[in-house]
């Protein structure tokens, strides 16, 4: 019923900067909170920026000040600007949103596959 697609990882060198997006489709009436977590191998996933629908924002202290979370609602996307990128951001990046479902009107968070960043040093 809703899909969440994520595009903008890559390989980087420490300093450099990427993009990350996630968009989000299907049947959708309503999206609240828009996440950005990553797991490194052996580590838990951790959350790593937030974004309410009205725009108030939380990062983890480790990327505050370098990572910029931002939503776009008419697109459905959120947005995660990665700036001074270290070797320890290497991680495999997953978006989630807490949906309300215009077929059902349940609410669900779903999750993207997720994507590679590896900051090489």
């Known amino acids: 019923q809703v899909q969440l697609v994520e595009s ?16 989000a489709s299907g049947s959708i009436f309503s999206i609240y909170a828009m996440d950005w977590y990553r ?8 959350l790593v920026a937030a974004i309410a629908s009205g725009g108030n924002t ?3 202290n480790s990327v505050k000040g ?3 979370i931002s939503r776009d609602n008419a697109k459905n996307t959120v947005y995660l600007q990665m ?4 070797p ?4 495999v990046y997953y978006c ?9 009107w349940q ?9 590679q960043v590896t900051v090489s040093s």
């Open 8 to 23: 903008g990882g890559g390989l980087v060198q420490a300093g450099g900067s990427l993009r990350l997006s996630c968009a």
């Open 39 to 46: 797991q490194a191998p052996g580590k838990q996933r951790e």
């Open 58 to 60: 939380n990062y983890a």
């Open 66 to 68: 370098r990572f910029t």
């Open 83 to 86: 700036n001074s990128l270290k």
């Open 88 to 91: 320890e951001d290497t991680a």
């Open 96 to 104: 989630n949103a807490d949906i309300l479902l215009r077929s059902t």
């Open 107 to 115: 609410r669900h968070g779903y999750w993207g596959q997720g994507t």
